[in-house]
């Protein structure tokens, strides 16, 4: 059983389409973040939720809404993307101890 | 606010030579945890360090943080090939929970055969 899944696994999509991914846990954690990791790998936090609601949103474009029906999921949709949102996005989920991964969407935008 | 600085950015090595790298924060962190990203995979969570001064040990693998608690360090003694990937550490900000979980840049190790 895959603790954190995201779908789907590759996005190609061309500019002003909108998309969303998908994020499921089933650690039974009350926090979720997404995560965008450029060409350069580093690790951006863009928002993190605890128990659906969202703790910090850390200065996204309001193109990026995340939508967390209850614990275990949280998604993210995004409109009119551009080519600057190329990137692979991690969804994670955490104890107070470590944080657990999911595979990663690469998204490239043509 | 709170950064977690990460150096070397890079390091090449010849297989069965030590490798270090560093991690220092802005402010005291209440923990540190460290992670290791695969080419092409996902960031897997290796140890979280507690207490001031703590050291602990994975095999090859050693693990610190600063009597401050500002700074950490992860240490692979006699590299594989199979320790190829990026290594990273991160630190809550704001307190004890892991709501606001930041990354380092990252540590890209590449080994020599």
């Known amino acids: 059983d895959t603790a954190v899944s995201q779908t789907p696994k590759y996005l190609v999509t061309q500019m002003g389409n909108d998309k969303s991914i998908k994020c499921e846990q089933n650690l039974g954690h009350d926090t979720m973040y997404w995560y965008k990791q450029d060409s350069k790998k580093f690790l951006k936090i863009m928002f993190s939720?605890?128990?659906?609601?969202?703790?910090i949103n850390e200065t996204v474009p309001n193109r990026f809404s995340p939508k967390s029906p209850d614990k275990a999921h949280l998604n993210l949709h995004i409109n009119s993307l551009e080519l600057g949102d190329s990137a692979v996005y991690f969804c994670?989920?955490?104890?107070?101890?470590?944080?657990?991964f999911g595979q990663g969407t690469r998204l490239t935008v043509v | 606010g709170q950064q977690v600085m990460q150096i070397p950015q890079y390091q090449h090595v010849q297989e069965g030579e030590d490798f270090t790298t560093y991690c220092n924060s802005s402010t005291t962190l209440s923990n540190i945890q460290w992670y290791k990203q695969r080419p092409g995979g996902h960031p897997v969570f290796l140890i979280q360090?507690?207490?001031?001064?703590e050291v602990k040990k994975q095999k090859r693998l050693t693990f610190q943080f600063g009597e401050a608690k500002k700074n950490s360090s992860l240490h692979i003694t006699a590299t594989q090939t199979t320790d190829v990937g990026t290594y990273f550490c991160a630190g809550p900000r704001g307190g004890g929970s892991n709501y606001k979980l930041t990354f380092g840049k990252g540590t890209l190790l590449t080994v020599n055969p």
């Open positions: 994670a989920s955490s104890s107070v101890t470590e944080a657990f």
């Open positions: 360090l507690v207490k001031s001064g």
């Open positions: 939720y605890n128990n659906k609601e969202l703790i």
